[in-house]
């Protein structure tokens, strides 16, 4: 007995080839949407045009659902069990669900998204966990983490080694994209859980607040060109 699900694209399933993940427990909606959701904020490839996308959800749902040999498996499709008799199978695009097959009953519908994600990133190794705020701000938002940076990760791992303690933003202090330069200062009029007011060039703006696991921040600004650019907390300057 499990909570089985077959999870893999319109493609494959039609011509009953390519690569699909087999779950043997969390099968249901609920459970799958989060798995799906948790890698597209993590800005993962996506598995109908990257084989890295179907690692990448592997990775997550086993690091979830743990070492268990009958936990999670992957294979071509014809060889797993899509008529299982639980969940039958997902068609997803784009990390998100598309369409089911051998599925006739009612949603599992016992997990709020918010709250799985949050557990799901727990499970996750320490140094790859966006962290409860975060997951909560790019929500808010509809956002994903490439849409902040491409290399945080690298630059919170860099502090941490390094013993480097950078604050979250400070009401009425003074932050630049270029410290150089003072025709990107900006200055933090307030902010509330999950936005910024910034006054840029006498007027204010009301802009996202990105919260890292480190206590440092983001916000997301386009700039004269329309082109988004993101300032850090870290980018704090003397005006």
């Not at 949050?118 to 909560?136: T, V």
């Not at 999950?194 to 840029?200: D, G, P, S, T």
Request: charged share 30%.
């Amino acid at each position: 007995m499990g909570n089985r699900a077959v999870i893999t694209t319109e493609e494959n399933f039609e011509k009953n080839s390519g690569l699909g993940v087999y779950l043997h427990w969390n099968g249901g909606r609920d459970s799958v949407q989060g798995f799906l959701e948790y890698c597209r904020l993590r800005s993962f490839r996506r598995p109908e045009s990257d084989d890295y996308g179907w690692a990448r959800l592997c990775q997550v749902a086993a690091n979830f659902l743990g070492a268990d040999g009958c936990s999670i498996g992957v294979d071509e499709i014809s060889r797993l069990d899509m008529d299982n008799g639980d969940n039958g199978v997902y068609l997803i695009k784009d990390w998100k669900i598309v369409g089911r097959r051998f599925f006739d009953r009612e949603e599992q519908d016992c997990y709020s998204l918010h709250d799985f994600l949050h557990a799901l990133d727990e499970s996750q190794p320490e140094q790859q966990q966006l962290g409860n705020d975060m997951i909560d701000c790019l929500l808010y938002h509809d956002k994903v983490i490439s849409d902040i940076s491409w290399n945080y990760q690298y630059e919170i791992n860099k502090r941490a080694e390094e013993g480097k303690n950078v604050g979250a933003f400070q009401i009425g202090r003074f932050y630049a994209f270029n410290e150089n330069d003072p025709k990107t200062f900006v200055k933090v009029a307030d902010k509330t859980r999950m936005e910024l007011i910034l006054e840029i060039e006498g007027k204010e703006r009301k802009l996202p607040r990105f919260k890292w696991k480190d206590g440092s921040e983001s916000t997301i600004l386009e700039d004269e060109y329309g082109r988004a650019r993101t300032l850090e907390s870290s980018k704090e300057v003397i005006a």
